[in-house]
């Protein structure tokens, strides 16, 4: 540990132990200061950066005395305060001190890993994606995510020491008791693979893994479209379609960590042959595959992104290739709402760019189709970080992480 970080946290436990004499000493208006103060701590580390006027709202103290504590603890070296704009407005944006410690997030995708590094307050302070080899190994890939790890440290002018913990998201079922990867249908080459000790014995952290669709509920239903509901099902619809389940605040992991493949739910018994090795899979006719197969004659050979983007631009057939898609994974939507009964749906990933042309498909297709209520169908909504949600819900886990293990000390 740092020197800095050492006395960072050092400072906040006296804020701290200053908050468990509260209750002994009722009324002290030392203690009710700094129990104050501890509440304004606690608010940024755990909705992340927040301006003084929503610091206020959370915690229900006055603006007045937010800006007073906050100014005492960017002094004391706690916090620290960046202009920013928020609904048109010039505001301070208040974060924990970068010596607070970093986090690291890492997901793992079909074609690219992305890595992002941030301080305990989730503001993200660097970001890089390499690119995978089709025939990817988790050793030689975590390995290269290692080095990448100690590049960005260096380059933002940290040290090592400040690392606390790293989260790693992978597109297949995650044991997470063990941390192992445990499909080889799914990401050939990560089967048996066990994340700790391929990344967490290089950095010498440790290292919260989990199914990438699984950290993009979690980071939207904490911090992003939601926030507010108790349970949530989250759809990471891109090259694969997967999902995430929060049902009364909890994730779901199911049996083995097998939860949430929508992507390999049967809608067609007699139907393609997918690369899991079933037939009719959900992904046979509403991944990426399948939508530049339905273009193929027509436009030639596409990119996802080239799809959504002349879809946007007005192509009759993009837009039709994107709407068919929409619908058919709305069916499957409807069919695990049923099952589910979530407050709302959130649709991640890159086909959630597409905008209005593929949500409305999915929500119209969800209404029809769901077990009617009294309460109406759930609301089917677009996520509030688009291809970003897995890599900050990896974030939120190796944040997660080091609270559990005390490496954030009072913060946790």
Not at 39 to 46: G, K, T
Not at 302 to 326: F, M, N, Q, Y
Not at 351 to 379: H, I, K, N, Q
């Amino acid at each position: 540990m740092t020197l800095a970080l050492s006395s960072e946290l050092s400072g906040i436990a006296g804020i701290v132990q200053s908050v468990r004499q509260t209750q002994a000493m009722p009324g002290s208006q030392t203690s009710l200061r700094e129990a104050n103060r501890a509440r304004i701590v606690r608010a940024v580390q755990q909705h992340g950066a927040l301006t003084q006027v929503e610091l206020a709202g959370i915690t229900g103290l006055s603006p007045a005395s937010v800006s007073n504590i906050v100014t005492e603890l960017s002094d004391a070296g706690v916090l620290d305060t960046s202009p920013s704009i928020r609904s048109g407005r010039r505001a301070r944006l208040v974060t924990l001190a970068r010596a607070s410690g970093l986090v690291v997030g890492i997901d793992v995708g079909a074609r690219t890993m992305r890595v992002a590094l941030a301080d305990v307050s989730l503001q993200i302070l660097a970001t890089e994606t390499l690119p995978l080899a089709p025939d990817h190994r988790a050793d030689m890939s975590l390995q290269r995510a290692g080095m990448l790890v100690a590049e960005m440290i260096e380059a933002v002018d940290a040290s090592p020491d400040e690392l606390l913990a790293i989260g790693v998201g992978v597109p297949a079922p995650v044991d997470v008791r063990t941390g192992t990867v445990i499909s080889t249908a799914l990401l050939r080459g990560w089967d048996g693979a066990v994340v700790e000790q391929l990344l967490g014995g290089v950095l010498g952290v440790p290292v919260a893994v989990d199914n990438d669709a699984n950290l993009g509920a979690l980071a939207e239903a904490r911090y992003g479209s939601g926030v507010g509901r108790e349970s949530v099902f989250y759809v990471h619809a891109s090259h694969t379609i997967g999902a995430g389940i929060v049902l009364n605040g909890h994730l779901l992991h199911g049996r083995q960590g097998g939860a949430g493949e929508l992507g390999h739910t049967i809608v067609d018994p007699d139907g393609a042959v997918c690369r899991c090795g079933s037939r009719g899979c959900l992904e046979t006719i509403a991944g990426s595959a399948a939508i530049l197969a339905m273009l193929r004659t027509s436009h030639g050979p596409l990119t996802l992104d080239d799809v959504i983007t002349r879809a946007r631009d007005g192509d009759l057939g993009c837009r039709r290739a994107l709407a068919d898609t929409g619908r058919a994974l709305g069916a499957a939507v409807a069919n695990a709402c049923t099952l589910l009964d979530p407050d709302a749906v959130i649709i991640g990933g890159t086909l959630a760019d597409a905008g209005a042309v593929f949500l409305d498909a999915v929500r119209s297709t969800v209404d029809a189709l769901v077990l009617p209520s009294a309460g109406g169908p759930p609301d089917v909504v677009a996520s509030e970080f688009g291809e970003e949600s897995e890599l900050r819900g990896a974030l939120t886990a190796a944040l997660d992480l080091a609270r559990e293990r005390g490496s954030l000390g009072v913060l946790t």
